[in-house]
């Protein structure tokens, strides 16, 4: 992700500590697993509150309505923690609670595999993923939503772009804390979930972006990478659903 540095929420870690990649493997059913998670929660809360293409730090639930939330980038969010507009309180357009509850629901799916990029004890970035039919990725990827602010015709268009598919590895987090960016380090940690996938017998990715400013996920895997669209959503922030074989990832890393 485009995000920028945030260090008022988040201690920059020593550059002289080594970076690794590895597999987070604590099952969402371990009683330990939301403390075990809690940091690359507290890293998603970060990257995607401080990141401009998402401004995802703060939100007025008052002022919002679907397809168009009243949100700040943690760094210009109201100092005095109220809108401008209702007066009320403005709240973490990600609660820590919420991420872990997406976390358990998310690794529980099938085939899910989540990799984590850490700096020493410092998580500092994370992916996560899993794999759906089409009609489970439309369901998905729809769910919650207002008809008309709806992606269309998911479900048809993956198997009139992929004949034969069908179950699709779902990309559905990447983040990375903004002083590590542009250092490689981001392909490290999609290698990690790639390798993951690969041994479950997988061929097709499938990811949501917004391209409205464009984030850093959109330009390295639509321009850099070749993914092709899939659909878009008719919505603000111009989101858009993307597609790339295993085969033609692979080449990339």
């Known amino acids: ?48 509150g401080t990141d401009r293409a998402w401004s995802e730090g703060k939100i007025c639930h008052a002022c919002s309505r679907p397809g168009a939330p009243k949100k700040w980038n943690f760094l210009d969010a109201p100092p005095d923690g109220r809108c401008s507009d209702c007066g009320g309180e403005v709240a973490d357009f990600w609660p ?10 998310e690794l529980a799916r099938p085939d899910a595999v989540c990799a984590v990029l850490r700096q020493g004890e410092a998580v500092i ?9 089409p ?13 008309h602010v709806c992606a269309p015709d998911v479900a048809a268009t993956l198997r009139a772009m992929y004949p034969g598919v069908e179950r699709f590895a ?3 987090e990447i983040f990375l804390r903004p002083e ?13 979930r790639h390798a993951g996938f690969a041994a479950r017998d997988l061929a097709v990715y499938v990811m949501r972006t917004k391209r ?8 390295w895997f639509r321009d850099g990478w070749g993914y092709r669209t899939v659909t878009d959503y008719p919505d603000a922030d111009q989101r858009v659903i993307l597609a ?8 990339r890393l």
């Open 170 to 172: 779902y990309q559905d």
């Open 180 to 192: 590590f960016q542009r250092q490689g380090l981001g392909k490290r940690l999609f290698a990690a």
């Open 135 to 147: 009609e489970g990725l439309d369901e998905h990827l729809n769910h919650g939503l207002a008809a």
């Open 244 to 251: 790339h074989t295993f085969e033609a990832v692979s080449r």
């Open 1 to 48: 992700m485009d995000a920028h540095a945030g260090t008022d929420h988040h201690p920059a870690a020593s550059s002289a500590l080594p970076i690794d990649a590895s597999l987070f493997e604590v099952s969402p059913d371990d009683p330990m697993f939301d403390r075990e998670a809690r940091p690359i929660a507290k890293c998603y809360q970060l990257v995607f």
């Open 212 to 219: 409205n400013p464009p984030s850093t996920s959109y330009r």
């Open 96 to 105: 820590i609670s919420q991420i872990l509850a997406d976390m358990r629901q």
């Open 125 to 133: 970035g994370g992916c996560w993923g899993f794999s759906a039919t």
